[in-house]
């Protein structure tokens, strides 16, 4: 997979993949989220992913199922060292399938990316 990423001007920096782009910027006058939140939206929707399709294989509704996701960061550094995914659901969600809920949100390649994370590699290249 190869991601192109531009600068479209001012303080925006969008990856573009396949048919999608995704827009970043920063403050004070950002027209689209930071870069780090998209990172961590990522997170959450990847679990919610997981959730969905848990749900649709089983046929169970998903109105009123909801991820919270709560970030707790060093006070120190600013860094993340904990998140917490609170999966929601409405009265009368079958108690039988709740862990197994749980277990589908953990499924998620973002997290499993983070548990295991990449090598890096950065270079220049005159083109």
Known sequence: MEMI???P???RVDAHFGQH???TDQPPAASAPTPFAVFLASIGTCAGIYVLGFCQQRGIPTDGIRIIQRMHSRPMS???EKIDLEIQV???FPEKYRPSLIHSAELCAVKKHLEN???FEVIT???
């Open 90 to 92: 409405p009265e009368g």
């Open 78 to 80: 600013g860094m993340i």
């Open 9 to 11: 001007g001012g303080s």
């Open 21 to 23: 782009t995704v827009a």
């Open 5 to 7: 990423i531009d600068f």
């Open 125 to 127: 290249k005159v083109v």
């Open 117 to 119: 994370p990449p090598k």
